[in-house]
């Protein structure tokens, strides 16, 4: 049984920082690219960045890029977000995201197993 579990969501100030981790198990991790979705009220869920199987490769959602980093860690299974300098508009539920072999592709569609979910507020 495949499981994604997102912690290290909170509620922090503008221009602060967080470290999101998912930590995943019943899959061969070492062959999935991983991504971070989010979601928040009344939005649709989008795009924030993703991090090929092998590491070697990450794709970054403008709103995102110089802040926000993705990194993983094929020996504990678990892929991370660094987020710095944030902003209350990066206020939503995250959710890390995994695909078998797959490209670091931004549509959610293409990602077979999710998370449920870390909430991070940020006060302005």
């Known amino acids: 049984q495949v499981q994604l579990v997102e912690s290290g969501g909170g509620l922090v100030q503008a221009g602060g920082s967080l470290r999101l981790s998912c930590a995943a198990s019943g899959l061969t991790f070492s062959t999935y690219t991983m991504g971070w979705f989010r979601q928040a009220p009344g939005k649709e869920r989008e795009f924030v960045a993703a991090?090929?199987?092998?590491?070697?490769?990450?794709s970054y959602a403008d709103s995102v890029k110089g802040r926000l980093t993705i990194s993983r860690d094929n020996a504990k299974n678990t892929v991370y977000l660094q987020m710095n300098n944030l902003r209350p508009e990066d206020t939503a539920v995250y959710y890390c995201a995994g695909r078998q072999w797959g490209s670091v592709n931004s549509h959610a569609f293409e990602y077979n197993y999710w998370g449920q979910g870390t909430q991070v507020t940020i006060s302005s």
């Open positions: 991090i090929l199987w092998s590491g070697k490769t990450t």
